[in-house]
């Protein structure tokens, strides 16, 4: 679930499917998503995504300016939280290109 952008990239929406362990769509009606975005030591992003279908497993976060003010190589993760579970996915790779 890696995902590229160009450096000062905003104003769009980066969608993802949910799923569970076993490749199934996860239903995440009801919880609450956190976008984490780290690049070396520094947390870039840490914002709500907004769920666009939860009995599919679809969510997004709106890029906003200032999200990403480097280029090079950032990682992700999702956090689901609902009640007391708390839900981390696994750690994908965000390519962060150079603007010219």
Request: glycine share 8%; with cysteine; aromatic share 12%.
């Amino acid at each position: 679930m890696s995902w590229s952008l160009k450096k000062y990239s905003r104003g769009f929406e980066q969608f993802f499917t949910i799923k569970e362990a076993d490749d199934t769509v996860k239903d995440i009606s009801g919880y609450t998503i956190t976008l984490k975005v780290q690049m070396g030591n520094t947390l870039l992003i840490s914002g709500t995504c907004t769920i666009a279908s939860g009995s599919l497993g679809y969510a997004y976060y709106s890029v906003q300016s200032g999200d990403f003010p480097y280029a090079g190589r950032a990682v992700y993760e999702l956090e689901l939280v609902k009640d007391t579970e708390r839900i981390p996915s696994e750690t994908y790779a965000v390519h962060i290109g150079r603007t010219l």
